[in-house]
């Protein structure tokens, strides 16, 4: 006789799955609301293709940024810097490839390491000197700075060759067209058969994980949410998949986002190291004591949140065909908050990368739809700093109503 041996899986009640993940569904809920206001007030505009790619081209170094950050901010931590690391690696960049003469294939990877070891040294800093990651990176802020002013001479470099500047205005060709694009509503097929298989893959995984739960014993998420939030994702990425292959499909930066998210995702929830990474976040003399090199691990996610900078830098640099000494000026207050209003808590050990993508992407229908409507820059920073204190608020609330 064949022995059943799955165990039943707990019931979770809709009212208590709420209450414990409000802040993720509610996060999700505001993008789209905060999407569909700036639709109808700036009277259709915001959702039109041109301005969608415009959108993805205009945040893509933010959600890049926002990934390092991420974890930075559950190691416990906070980096400053990233601004200038970015105006760093861009000058840098620019000098070998407009100056020099490189080729853009040893130019990027070295710019890459060049990041990692700026990360590096303030890594070290703050893990192994124990100095607060607020006073290393504020010093590195400035230094950095500084170093770009004295590289550039204070002059912008540019323009750069056509291959490096692929890296954030170049497009995914369309090598499945059937039709004739002058009379085809649709002008690049790959955004469409590329966005219907990643909402494919979506909804196969949360059916698999559900299963897999159910195999194990583990709570699932009640199916209405589970169906709901599959919907809204599958409907906005449909929707905007189908909006950008009627203009020139994929950008090459949106498939590299693509592709970080994917991995950051991996290493936050299926990985090792990320455990540690949270579990330092949440208290780092447990984790100690449990055989985690902390002071590892710190240095690493400096290392990890250099390289990101040091990409940012580029893709800011090809986007703008130059280099320029205030480049990245306020960009550590844009990736911070985005990673802040995602759910990330201050005081570490909390934060998803989910959150901080969507987090970046309110961020950015904020600047894109306010700057459509012609509201002032004064402005735009006054809203902006009124929804990062409303989100810290409300993540500083739900803690304490839990406890």
């Given at each position: ?159 750069f060759p056509k291959e490096f500047q ?16 002058a009379t085809s509503v649709v002008k ?120 990101l900078a040091a990409l940012a830098g ?90």
């Amino acid at each position: 006789m064949a022995i059943d041996t799955r165990t039943e899986t707990p019931n979770v009640s809709v009212s208590d799955y709420l209450r414990k993940n409000i802040r993720e569904y509610g996060l999700l809920l505001a993008l789209v609301v905060i999407m569909l206001l700036f639709q109808f007030l700036t009277g259709g505009v915001l959702f039109k293709p041109v301005n969608i790619t415009n959108l993805v081209l205009q945040n893509s170094f933010i959600i890049i940024m926002a990934l390092g950050m991420l974890l930075i901010i559950v190691a416990g931590h906070i980096d400053l810097s990233v601004g200038s690391i970015v105006a760093f690696t861009g000058g840098i960049s620019a000098i070998m490839l407009v100056k020099w003469g490189w080729h853009f294939s040893i130019v990027v990877p070295l710019c890459l390491m060049m990041g990692a070891a700026m990360g590096a040294a303030q890594g070290y800093w703050v893990a192994y000197q124990k100095i607060p990651s607020f006073i290393v990176t504020l010093a590195g802020m400035l230094v950095f700075r500084g170093l770009t002013y004295v590289v550039l001479q204070g002059r912008p470099i540019g323009p750069f060759p056509k291959e490096f500047q692929l890296l954030s205005t170049g497009f995914i060709p369309d090598f499945l067209s059937f039709t004739d694009p002058a009379t085809s509503v649709v002008k690049n097929y790959v955004a469409l058969v590329a966005v219907l298989a990643l909402v494919g893959w979506a909804i196969y995984s949360g059916l698999k994980n559900r299963r897999l739960n159910e195999l194990h014993g583990t709570p699932n998420e009640p199916f209405v949410f589970f169906a709901g939030q599959m919907a809204v994702i599958s409907v906005v990425a449909i929707f905007l998949g189908f909006q950008l292959s009627t203009y020139r499909g994929l950008p090459n930066v949106l498939v590299i986002m693509g592709v970080l998210i994917a991995f950051y995702t991996f290493i936050t929830t299926r990985s090792t190291l990320g455990r540690r990474i949270y579990a330092m976040g949440g208290n780092e003399k447990a984790a100690k004591l449990s055989g985690i090199n902390t002071e590892r691990l710190t240095f690493y996610t400096f290392v990890n949140m250099g390289v990101l900078a040091a990409l940012a830098g580029m893709i800011i640099a090809a986007r703008l065909n130059s280099a320029t000494p205030k480049a990245g000026v306020g960009f550590e207050l844009d990736v911070i908050a985005a990673c802040f209003i995602g759910g990330a808590s201050a005081s570490g050990g909390v934060g998803r990368i989910i959150g901080a993508v969507i987090g970046a992407f309110i961020m950015g229908v904020m600047n894109n739809g306010m700057s459509i409507m012609g509201i002032g820059i004064d402005y735009q920073q006054l809203i902006k700093g009124l929804v990062l204190l409303a989100a810290v608020f409300f993540d500083v609330y739900n803690k304490n109503k839990a406890v």
